[in-house]
């Protein structure tokens, strides 16, 4: 008996060494993976749908939901949810604890990997024993999409965590059917929907597993309370979801919105199935490929396209009868696409979807050295093998049976989910424990039999791994991955960066490798912009213009050029064309009113920036436009409606605030102005116009001590403007320091010359002082700066007739007479 304790305590020792050596394994190379991804521009500046997460979850954990021009707003806040909430509500989480910073989520998401791999080496140790869960737990330690997508600021790292601890309720309920057993497997299974609800089609198969458990327990009677309490978990699990949607947008949508979407992109003519590619797209949005950002965009388009507002729910259906019209006409090219995916999700090829996982491997230091997908896909197919020879000649456990066939319900079921919609190999993700499992045992049994000499049995097991390299080592799909797209998107990271040799370097790879080159000129000639080569930026706009008609971008970056440059009707013609050919793409229609708004055609701004609100009404960049088209246009409320929608959306930008700030104190409501002027102040001091627009509110209600604070306190005197100056001469006037506005207004009218009301209340303080000679020169200056202003020329009269040159004076008030009528009054006057 000693020598048995003995025993087992040395077998125990030993297994936790190598546990521990393990788990030391999986931590090094998480180090080193965070190490290598953090000098990325990636790890940073997220591309996709990893960007729309990190939008999400920082407007959760910050309440900004401010969003880079010349981006289609996704209105997380105003719609049902489009994506599964469950990521972005985990993220958003993190950055509440610990700040919006890059390094946060990288480092919880590899925590949770670490404790993944723990989970599921008790799994495995309960189930089939120590050998199995030590040699799962290191092949699991090192297989390289763990890591991988751990640093990517996406779910699979969660997801699996959450999965792992459904799979253990399972076995605690197999072994003992209990009732709250069941009702915690509803729980974590509904928030596994919360992340992945393709994943909800293993409830039937669940259902199935417990009888079958239920009965080899002989306590079938406990199985139909178990199912009611497990559906009932997970019922209170999905069900703040849809309330949510409902309330928010009066729209029944279960957990997301996309899977309509998601599945015509797999089931249409040329379906790629890799992409998420559908015909209507530019007929719906103006754009070739899509986001998470542009989906309501999508949703409106279709809305118009079909005559009748269109909700979510409905986009969705329509979606989905497209696909199944599809299916329905194509039987047999259903058939081939569904092939083709399993071929995809069981592939050795990575298939590109946020990243391109697969030339990220290829390329990286890391990744090359870890065991792929094939790898683990012959250990499954070995495993699975082997495991059914163990389960024919009864060397298992009845419970481990049970356990086995469970697991093999959620990975068919999980295939099942994922083959009507297009592959990615991120999707693939939640089958990978179950294969590591299975190949666990399939090396454990091979390693025993080994030991025992069971040479014929090995021999069988070299033959089935050998079989199973082979068909797992094939690509048989024919899928790689595209280079072009790639290069595209490690350009598009630097760009962001700030890295612009690097990014130039990457899209003249790009475009090599055969990327869509009106893409590639449009983005150089971003580049080129910002080193400050306009006119190489410009040539670059017009050649991706050339090249695709239907790039809104190019077209519209090539106007705002040609505006800039003078050739203002050319610039709009560009933007009229870009409308016409993607007329439900806003930016066509942004671009062209905000030139117009600087070319001061005000109603012709209106109604194009009305058009881009209505594609976009929660835009804040563009409810920022309409509110400065509607005030010059003379419509107060509506241009102070905009202006809020602006301020509330962009909560961390200064130029909105100060805006309706100055709408507010022109309508009279001067202590929201003031605040509102205040809090653009304090998200950017050195805004002149909200320092401005403070101080001619505080001028307004006769506060000039107070309106020399707001234009002169923190303020760095080097960034004064013209306009600035001209305040502070007014000021200073209002506090009867005329010394001191003159030294200011000659600050003005020495940045702008042609500064017209300057020379006018220079004139009016030269006059005030006796100055006549004085007086008549900087209102004949401010005549010159402005002719059709009429207050220069009466001052100027006046002067005249003030020093008894009346025929001047007469010649200026005839000039007047034809130029504001006789029945003016002060013409009377």
Known sequence: MPNQTNKHKRALLIELFLVFLCLFLAVFIRFLALTESAAFPEFHYPLYDPAYNHYWAKGLATGDWSLPDWTNDPEILTTPYGRPPGYPFFLGAVYKLFGVNPWAPRLVQSALGILDLFLLYLLVRRVFGRGPAVITLFLGALFWAFPYYETQLTYPAVSLLVLLLLFHLMDLWARRPRILLSTAMGLIFG?????????????PFLMIWMFYAARSQRLLRRWLPSVLWLVGGLAVAVAPVLIRNWIVARDFVFISAYGGINFYAGNHENAPLTEPEIPELHLLAGVRNW???????IVRGLGEHLGKPVRFSEANRWFYHQGVTWIWRNPGDFLKGLWKKTLLFWGPVEVTNDTVPELDRIHSPLYAKLPGFSFLMTLF?????????????????????VMASGLMLFLLSYLLSVLPYFVAGRYRMEVVPVMLIFGGLGVWVTLKWLHQYQWRSSVAAAFIFASAAILAGVNWSGYMPSAATWHLRKAMAASSAGDIEAAKSQYALALAHGADSATVWNNLGNLALQTGDREQAENLFAKATAADPLNVFAAANLARLRADSGNAEQALALCEEAIRQSPRNPWGWVAAGRIAL?????????TWLSRAASLQPENGLIAYDLSRAYYLNGKLQEAIQWGRKAADRLVNMAEPRSNLGWMLGVSGNVEEAEQMLQDALRLK???????INLAELRLSWNNPTGALTALTEGFDWKQATADWWYTLGRVYEANN???GAVQAYREAVNIRPGFAEVWNNLGLIAQKQGQLDDAVSCFQRAIEADPDSPKPRFNLAHVYCARGQTEEARQIFEHLIQQLGPEHPEVNL
């Open 737 to 739: 320091n005329l010394s």
């Open 685 to 691: 001091p050195d805004l002149v116009i909200a320092r």
């Open 291 to 297: 986001s998470c950002f542009d989906y309501p965009l």
């Open 191 to 203: 928030i596994f929907g919360l992340f992945r609800p393709n994943g909800l089609l293993f409830l």
């Open 381 to 401: 197919l070995a495993g699975i093998t082997l495991w059914a020879l163990a389960v024919r000649y009864g060397t298992t456990t009845p419970h481990a049976r």
């Open 598 to 606: 600087d070319m001061g055609q005000y109603p012709q701004a209106l």
